[in-house]
T-cell receptor, first 113, second 116 residues
């Protein structure tokens, strides 16, 4: 599994855009980039996934440069409820759903008024 | 629809005791996973089932840990001779075998195990 590196923590004010960058220099051809969100006392929740370029859904955007050695999760206009830990994961998409996820420590995002 | 459920939500036991943690996956999900999460850390993989069989148990820390999924649905994680270091939140997740997003696993709320 490709190793990922992301900031331990980030702070933001409500209403701002937050960008969390993850490095994955050893990403393999079949690897997809996936981000999970975890609130206190809850299990992680899938938020977005991509292979290259840009992916957007109702929660976030994911930007992946051409070399795929990094990715950036973008949260538009964060609110207090976006305070959570965000995990960047890289894994082999060709294997479908059946294998272990390697979470790392994640980025703890604190949003304040 | 119903998500992944785990029981009990909290379990307090004494060192040396045996515990069982239960996971009910989303109906129709063929893959089931167990993870363990210590304070301040991300979830750590323990074991993965595809149907009734354990497809990957490489994350089980030692032979005190065992998991079963006899009918391909509900799973039980069993810990023998518990130690204080086993204290953590035990998370269960399930996923589709095919379709949907790759790497998308649906997690339950976890069981917080405290070994005194």
């Amino acid at each position: 599994l490709a190793k990922t590196t992301q900031p331990i923590s980030m702070d933001s004010y409500e209403g701002q855009e937050v960008n969390i960058t993850c490095s994955h220099n050893n990403i393999a051809t079949n690897d997809y980039i996936t981000w999970y969100q975890q609130f206190p006392s809850q299990g992680p929740r899938f938020i977005i996934q991509g292979y290259k370029t840009k992916v957007t859904n109702e929660v976030a955007s994911l930007f992946i440069p051409a070399d795929r050695k990094s990715s950036t999760l973008s949260l538009p206009r964060v609110s207090l409820s976006d305070t959570a830990v965000y995990y960047c994961l890289v894994g082999d998409g060709s294997r479908g759903s059946g294998y272990a996820l390697n979470f790392g420590k994640g980025t703890s995002l604190l949003v304040t008024p | 629809g119903a998500g992944v459920s785990q029981t009990p939500s909290n379990k307090v036991t004494e060192k040396g005791k045996y515990v069982e943690l239960r996971c009910d996956p989303i109906s129709g999900h063929t893959a089931l996973y167990w993870y363990r999460q210590s304070l301040g850390q991300g979830p750590e993989f323990l074991i993965y089932f595809q149907g009734t069989g354990a497809a990957d148990d490489s994350g089980l820390p030692n032979d005190r840990f065992f998991a079963v999924r006899p009918e391909g649905s509900v799973s039980t994680l069993k810990i023998q001779r518990t130690e204080r270091g086993d204290s953590a939140v035990y998370l269960c997740a399930s996923s589709f075998q095919r379709g949907g997003n790759y790497n998308e696993q649906f997690f339950g709320p976890g069981t917080r195990l405290t070994v005194l």
